[in-house]
């Protein structure tokens, strides 16, 4: 009997010391910081990043963020990520807040000129609740040698249930164009799609 109450007092000790370490992970910035460093970097060795502070249960913010491939190359000077995990027990994944500055996508392999195949539905295991993603200054290199894209400010809200897919607010600036709108996409069947889009073209000076 004795014997038994002290294997329950190890293992009660054991867990919470486990649980201990895992609030202060989540919990704290250093916290964050050791996770990034001995369980992302080993994880993930493609991905780098400058500077990161926060806490792993509701705000993250990172400084030169990397991540590149011989594929492709992916990266923000800032990135900065608000959510709040507790919405996964009810089987959504809520994003406060994404906001980036500074991010470049830069493809470096030829892609296929075969069209891409989607599936018969897509259906994504939790819900998904988009706050605001606020990004500026955008560069996308869709192909080698291509000419970036550039995007001055790009703004989205919406949601993601089952297979249907609902912006409610949709803006894009570039210098020679201002577009805002909103969309709603089923990830099923032929993929039907429908919104509203306003836009305002600024055409070149004529010499």
Do not use: K
Request: charged share 25%; proline share 6%.
């Amino acid at each position: 009997m004795r014997l038994l109450r002290r294997s329950l007092l190890i293992v009660l000790a054991l867990l919470m010391v486990l649980l201990g370490t895992l609030v202060w992970l989540a919990g704290t910035e250093s916290g964050l910081r050791l996770a990034w460093q001995y369980l992302v970097r080993p994880a993930v060795p493609e991905l780098a990043a400058g500077e990161i502070s926060g806490r792993l249960v509701d705000r993250i913010t990172v400084g030169e963020l990397r991540y590149e491939t011989g594929q492709l190359l992916f990266a923000a000077r800032t990135l900065e990520l608000a959510w709040r995990p507790t919405r996964l027990f009810d089987g959504v994944l809520q994003i406060e807040a994404l906001a980036g500055e500074g991010v470049r996508y830069e493809q470096r392999a030829p892609g296929s000129d075969e069209p891409p195949a989607f599936p018969a539905d897509i259906r994504l295991p939790l819900a998904i609740e988009l706050d605001g993603l606020s990004i500026r200054d955008i560069a996308l290199v869709t192909a080698p040698g291509a000419e970036p894209l550039t995007v001055d400010a790009l703004e989205l809200s919406g949601t993601y249930r089952d297979t249907h897919l609902e912006l409610a607010r949709l803006l894009l600036r570039r210098t020679d164009l201002d577009l805002e709108g909103t969309a709603s996409l089923d990830t099923r069947d032929d993929y039907p799609l429908t919104g509203r889009l306003q836009w305002q073209a600024q055409l070149p000076d004529q010499a």
